[in-house]
Each structure stands twice: as structure tokens, then as C-alpha cells.
């Protein structure tokens, strides 16, 4: 599909699908499980909405992962948790501010919170399960998403390109003007709603059909994240109808916002760069000579890929196959007439039987080609 149909070439589903199936395949291994409690509970230690199960390492293997029981009701068990006398508004707010913190803050996040893998334990305390399928994110995809967001809320269309163009990939030139018209739709759309009714969702899709639409595509990572903010948005309007999503990440987002002009941020990141340019200085000498040798002993090459090239491809055989064909039968034609006219024996009723030969292979020939020009084409 990627190959052949221009319309989702743009978000390369080949690069979500191995996503996804990398997240997967660590599903399966409990080792990496295991890792992924330890590193999630040193990350959330310190909040007391939260309560991650005691696991045993001595006891677990690839295989088998050993781990607390938890005995508390399922966030999806509304009855049973109205009827402990739980706070339903409180549980959605904290589940919400959960998810918001591990990816806006830590970059580490449960990408499956659904119903099933969440608990609910006394004093409205949320207990996470199934570590399988965990997300990542880098920092300056977080800040990029984070820009983004708030841009869309702010109406800042310029800021919104600059945002989109950070979190994807895109291959050839971009019509920015272009881009910068359909993201002003998009933001006018979204700038004048009450807080209340954005969905994570509704974004996500409308920002999809407008990559889509530009041959951008963004990059697999940030569809786990989409992911697990829609999966946590719809378990909060099921528990809490008047949750709103984008107001509880817009505290998470100033900070990432706040954190990206303190001091100590510009003074690590003007550190890193300075570093960086040393670094080059001192390659350059030895990376434009090994250039240079490679040009002079002529080792370098130029390598190109076409793609979409196998139909025209296909095309020019059957074209050629076909010249070729009436060459033949044009030449058995002309033949069997100069035996006819040659009058050489045997012959039937004064015919050359080997003329009369030639028509008809001539004649099923004929036949042959005119029925795979009917079938549109294969000889």
C-alpha cells in the first residue's frame, strides 16, 4: 500500500506497524516487563496518587513474572466503586494527571491504560498493571507536541507549522503556504471552543487528514502517545463526563514551557552545542580528506531508487512483447504468400500445402493477439 497508494504513503503505516510490533514483541518478554516496574515506580516514587505492584525478581524469568496481588475494583467497575462510596471526579482527575505527568514529565509512559489495566485501591488511589507496552518519548518531542497544543489553543497558526514540522518527517519540498492556510483552519476551528470540548481524539484525527494531505507523517513513537491520551481521555469521560483533558495538561505543558528558559536548562543546552561545534572543527579536517581520496581513486558513488516504476515497467514489456508478435506474424504472412506464389510442391487443388501451413498458423496467431488485446493485455 505504501508502495502504490499515494494517499497513506504520507503516514508510512510500514513504520507504525513496526512500532507497534516492536512494542509488542517486548509484551512477550517479562524481563523487559520487570524493567519497565522498576524504572516506572523510581519515576512516579514520589506521588501518592499512585500505587505500582511489588514485583520479585528472584522468582521471575522471560517467561514468567512474579508479581503482588492487587485487590482493588476496576476503573471500569462504575457501580461497585459508587457503591464503596469512591470519588469518581477525583479518580478521573488523578488518572488524567497520571498519564499527563509520565509523558510530559518523564518521557516513560503506560501506552495501554485502558479500564482493565487500572485499579482502583482506598483513598481513590490509582494502581497501574500490564507494564508490557510501555512508550517513550524524547525531550524535544514533548516540547515540539507541547508547542503545538498550545498554539492550537492561543491561535497561533505560525507557531502551529513550525510545531507540525518538528514532529514529522517529510519527503520533498513543502508548500509552506499552503500548510500555513490549512493549519489556520485547523486552529480558527479549535481557538474559540470552550476548553471542555476538545478532544484529544477529534485533534488527533483532523491532524492526520491534514498530514496526510501535505505527504507528512508523524513519527511512530507519537502515535503511542496520541494513543494512550485518547485511551486515558475516554476512561475519564467514562467515569467523569465533565473531564476536561486539555485543562489538566495545560499546568504539565507551561512547565515544560518554563523549564525549557531556566537557566540551568540554557546553560546545559549552550554547554552540549559548544561541545558540539569543537567537535566538528575537529573532524572536518579529517572528514573532507577522506572525501577528497574517495574522489580522487574513484570509490564514491551516487546510488538512486525509483519507486513506483514496476507498473510502467510492466507496460513497456507487454508494448515490446507485442511489436515483437506482429513483427512475427507480418513476416509469417509475407512468407506463406511468396511459398503460394512460388508454386512449390506438394500443393492441394494447386496450392503449396506449406503456404496454406503458414496462413493458418498465420491466422491462429492473429487470433491470439487480438484476444489478449481484449483481456487488456498479457501475451
Not at 41 to 52: E, M, Q
Not at 116 to 140: E, H, S, V, W, Y
Request: hydrophobic residues 45%; charged residues 25%.
Amino acid at each position: 500500500m505504501e508502495d502504490h497508494f499515494e494517499e497513506v504513503q504520507g503516514h508510512q503505516p510500514t513504520a507504525i506497524v513496526e512500532e507497534f510490533a516492536l512494542s509488542l514483541s517486548r509484551e512477550i518478554d517479562f524481563t523487559i516487563e520487570l524493567a519497565n516496574i522498576h524504572h516506572f515506580s523510581k519515576l512516579l516514587s514520589d506521588n501518592p496518587t499512585i500505587y505500582v505492584p511489588e514485583v520479585f525478581p528472584e522468582l521471575s524469568t522471560e517467561r514468567i513474572l512474579v508479581m503482588e496481588r492487587v485487590n482493588g475494583i476496576k476503573a471500569s467497575d462504575i457501580s461497585e466503586l459508587k457503591k464503596q462510596g469512591y470519588n469518581l471526579s477525583l479518580i478521573a482527575e488523578r488518572g488524567a494527571n497520571l498519564v499527563m505527568e509520565q509523558i510530559f514529565l518523564h518521557g516513560f509512559f503506560h501506552a495501554d491504560p485502558h479500564p482493565g489495566n487500572l485499579f482502583i485501591l482506598p483513598g481513590n488511589t490509582i494502581c497501574f498493571i500490564d507494564f508490557g507496552q510501555m512508550g517513550r518519548l524524547l525531550l524535544k518531542d514533548r516540547e515540539n507536541f507541547t508547542d503545538f497544543i498550545l498554539s492550537i489553543t492561543s491561535g497561533n497558526e505560525n507557531e502551529a507549522v513550525n510545531s507540525i514540522l518538528k514532529m514529522t518527517v517529510h519527503k520533498g519540498e513543502i508548500v509552506r503556504d499552503r500548510l500555513a492556510l490549512d493549519i489556520s483552519e485547523l486552529v480558527s476551528r479549535y481557538m474559540h471552543l470552550p476548553i471542555g470540548e476538545l478532544e484529544v481524539e477529534k485533534i488527533h484525527f483532523e491532524l492526520l487528514k491534514l498530514l496526510s494531505k501535505h505527504k507528512l507523517f508523524l513519527k511512530p513513537n507519537l502515535y503511542l502517545m496520541f494513543k494512550a491520551l485518547a485511551t486515558v481521555e475516554g476512561v475519564g469521560t467514562m467515569l467523569a463526563p465533565e473531564i476536561e483533558l486539555i485543562a489538566l495538561a495545560k499546568p504539565f505543558m507551561k512547565k515544560i514551557k518554563l523549564d525549557r528558559v531556566h537557566p540551568r536548562r540554557l546553560v546545559d543546552d549552550l554547554s552540549i552545542t559548544g561541545y558540539q561545534y569543537l567537535s566538528l572543527i575537529r573532524d572536518l579536517p579529517g572528514e573532507t580528506r577522506s572525501i577528497l581520496t574517495q574522489l580522487r581513486q574513484g570509490r564514491m558513488k551516487l546510488e538512486f531508487k525509483h519507486r513506483g516504476l514496476l507498473p510502467l515497467e510492466r507496460a513497456l514489456y507487454r508494448i515490446s512483447n507485442r511489436i515483437a508478435f506482429a513483427i512475427v506474424l507480418a513476416a509469417q504472412i509475407i512468407g506463406s504468400s511468396l511459398i503460394v506464389l512460388s508454386g512449390i510442391k506438394p500443393r492441394w487443388h494447386g496450392i503449396p500445402v506449406i503456404g496454406l501451413a503458414g496462413f493458418l498458423i498465420a491466422a491462429m496467431m492473429g487470433f491470439w493477439l487480438l484476444i489478449s488485446i481484449l483481456r487488456r493485455g498479457k501475451l
